[in-house]
């Protein structure tokens, strides 16, 4: 039975606890990247009964295992494992589409980018209002600024770190949009949780501004740090008194320096999630936040039986290639296969030295890996079983890194006397928009 979340009442304790001991007993699935699973032994790691049982499976069952399938003929710790992850599923407030939209922004613009904007500003619209100024955190080409303002008359400021990207989207508002000039404006930016009063200094620049305005931070894929740089500076400034964010990319979150990457700055952040990684042997890596944003089991229930045999030769392939390069050297897929190869695996990878010139495959590479592949016969099979098992693992590993952030930004805001109202809100295309959570939080009054 998944559990429902609702900020304020969710017991992150009990949560933290139970998800990271069964993480850290179940890292082997994931504690690799998968393009290293044949060099890492997991194929070995993987226990016998587990595989049986998945042979055993026809492809409808496999579709379901990540959406809480259990047959009861299958072992007993297989189903223990799978009953474990229904246990630690969370259902989340889910965001109804909304259909509106300017037609003119769906120009150049991808199905799932549209949805993600369209559906960002109808949340955005239904809690900002046109005295507040916005501030677009990672405005990139300024899609979802635009879109509000057409939308809901906001006025925006995108803050964008790259400058290329600021004059591409100043070059797109003045095609596309061009009397909006006034009312939404572009500057670059390196956003840092210490910057807002340059940031306030550049919406007085740009909107004439008088003192008393507040503020909403808003930002469609806010990636990596900046979701933290942006939850740090609402929770740190009285004039910002809404938060309406998308997260993305945790897997480039910073590492911090010294930890070879096993610690990261911004994860966990909060007390009860870094207290209960500390009771059990760490998962916490690259991978880890990778898998947090790989793909959900929306894309996995309809694939067919030919797509998973694709996914799992492609998988079993790259990595038996990864685990006969020396160290130092890189394999990238070859983009134009000649007929002239010899018929092996290594004819579609191109190997190069690290400063980027192309080697040719050794005679005893060739050797190995013509014996990893006879010690694996079924290893694409394996692959896709393992793919399997991380999308199963794929909800718990994003809801640590969500929930990490809602407890967070609860923890802090009690502890600096702010009363605020929280919501975490899934987007119901999940198939689309894979990345859909949306962090709203506002701040309230207590004293009218
Ligand atoms: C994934 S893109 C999203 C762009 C845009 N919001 C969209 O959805 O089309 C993230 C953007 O945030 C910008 N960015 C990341 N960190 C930043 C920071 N600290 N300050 C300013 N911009 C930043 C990147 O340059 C990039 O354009």
Request: net charge negative; aromatic share 10%.
């Amino acid at each position: 039975m998944p559990l429902e979340y609702s900020a304020h009442s969710f017991n992150y304790v009990d949560y933290f606890q139970r998800a990271t001991a069964f993480l850290s007993e179940h890292r082997w699935i994931f504690e690799q990247s998968n393009t290293k699973f044949v060099q890492a032994g997991i194929l070995d790691a993987f226990p016998r009964t587990w595989i049986q049982d998945f042979k055993r499976a026809n492809n409808e069952e496999l579709n379901q295992i990540p959406l809480g399938y259990v047959n009861e003929a299958w072992c007993d710790d297989f189903k223990q494992f799978l009953r474990s992850v229904d246990s630690l599923s969370v259902e989340y407030e889910r965001k109804c589409d909304s259909l509106d939209g300017n037609p003119a922004t769906v120009k150049g613009i991808s199905p799932k980018k549209l949805y993600e904007i369209r559906n960002l500003t109808s949340l955005i619209g239904d809690i900002c209002e046109p005295s507040e100024t916005l501030l677009d955190f990672g405005s990139g080409l300024g899609y979802l600024s635009q879109n509000l303002h057409s939308a809901h008359q906001l006025r925006v400021l995108g803050l964008e770190g790259d400058p290329y990207r600021v004059q591409a989207a100043q070059q797109r508002q003045m095609k596309l949009f061009p009397d909006s000039q006034e009312h939404v404006k572009y500057v670059q930016h390196c956003i840092l949780e210490e910057s807002f009063p340059q940031i306030q200094d550049s919406c007085k620049l740009a909107f004439s501004e008088d003192l008393n305005s507040t503020y909403a931070i808003v930002g469609l894929h806010a990636c990596a740090d900046l979701s933290i740089t942006a939850i740090n500076m609402f929770l740190s400034h009285d004039t910002i008194t809404k938060l309406v964010i998308m997260p993305c990319c945790y897997h480039k979150l910073e590492c911090d320096s010294d930890s070879n990457c096993a610690k990261f700055r911004n994860f966990p952040i909060s007390d009860p999630l870094r207290d209960a990684t500390e009771m059990v042997s760490n998962f916490i890596g690259r991978p880890f936040l990778r898998l947090g944003c790989q793909q959900t089991s929306a894309r996995w229930r309809n694939m067919t039986p030919e797509e998973h045999a694709a996914h799992g030769l492609a998988m079993f392939e790259r990595s038996l290639v990864e685990a006969i390069v020396e160290p130092g050297h890189k394999v990238t897929k070859r983009k134009n296969l000649s007929n002239s190869g010899s018929g092996s695996i290594l004819d579609k990878y191109q190997l190069c030295d690290e400063a980027g010139s192309e080697l040719k495959w050794s005679d005893q590479q060739y050797k190995e890996l013509e014996k990893l592949s006879e010690k694996y016969p079924d290893g694409s099979q394996l692959a896709e079983y393992l793919t399997c098992l991380q999308t199963c693992l794929q909800p718990i590993c994003e809801n640590l890194i969500l929930l990490d952030r809602m407890c967070h930004i609860e923890k802090e805001a009690q502890s600096r006397n702010i009363t605020v109202r929280c919501k975490l809100v899934k987007f119901a295309n999940d198939k689309l928009s894979p990345r859909c959570f949306v962090i709203i939080v506002e701040k309230i009054n207590t004293d009218c």
